[in-house]
């Protein structure tokens, strides 16, 4: 699937199961709330908090979906084209970054 794909299809479940898209505002918010989520699992599972019984049964890549849904619903909201958004953001770190983490003595092993 493409992200155009992603962006279309996400707006036609909206409009038959959704009623509306949240206002941009809520839905901030509950992208801060999906992106805690994350955060959550990956500081348990991954990083030095030990993880509680409830949380095991977390599923990250549910929880990564959460947040590109609702950041799809911001891109349709907001008339961003997440294909061109991505192509370019890509085209600047290149650009940007080129030799720049091969410069960094910190990455290497």
Known sequence: ???HEAQHQVDQWIR????????EMTNMAILTEEVGEVARIMARRYGEQSEKEADRSKDLGDEMADVLWVLICLA????VDL????QKNMTKKTERDRDRHHQNPKLRD
């Open 76 to 79: 349709n909201q907001t008339g």
């Open 16 to 23: 038959l199961h959704g009623v509306r898209y949240f206002n």
């Open 83 to 86: 294909t061109a958004a991505f």
């Open 1 to 3: 699937m493409t992200l």
